[in-house]
């Protein structure tokens, strides 16, 4: 079973940073890509970013130039870096990790993380 565990949420004025973390455990061979989606209330579930094993990146328009997504592929890790914050990003952040193998020859499965809660406002 892999399990993803997120950090680093939390309350943060307009303007102020934040840093989202998501480590991937279990019995992992690979991880194609991995991944933030946030849900606001009353809303769908949408993209902010997403980044492959060998380092290509992806951002809604909306975060473009103030987020940045990195990840560590020793440790299955990927982090958001969340600065310029606006009360329009408060949300819930959900981690994904996306075309999960086990072994090499395994099938290829999706999964996701608890979420975090991001709060911007003054």
């Known amino acids: 079973q892999v399990q993803l565990v997120e950090s680093g949420g939390g309350l943060v004025q307009p303007g102020g940073s934040l840093r989202l973390s998501c480590a991937a455990s279990?019995?992992?061979?690979?991880?194609?890509?991995m991944g933030w989606y946030r849900q606001a209330p009353g809303k769908q579930r949408e993209l902010v970013a997403t980044i492959t094993s060998g380092g290509t990146t992806n951002y809604v328009d909306s975060v473009k130039g103030r987020f940045t997504i990195s990840r560590d592929n020793a440790k299955n890790t990927v982090y958001l870096q969340m600065n310029s914050l606006k009360p329009e990003d408060t949300a819930v952040y959900y981690c994904?990790?996306?075309?999960?193998?086990?072994?090499?020859?395994?099938?290829?499965?999706?999964?996701w993380g608890q979420g975090t809660q991001v709060t911007v406002s003054s």
């Open positions: 279990g019995s992992i061979f690979s991880i194609a890509a």
């Open positions: 994904n990790a996306d075309r999960v193998r086990r072994t090499a020859w395994s099938p290829a499965y999706a999964y």
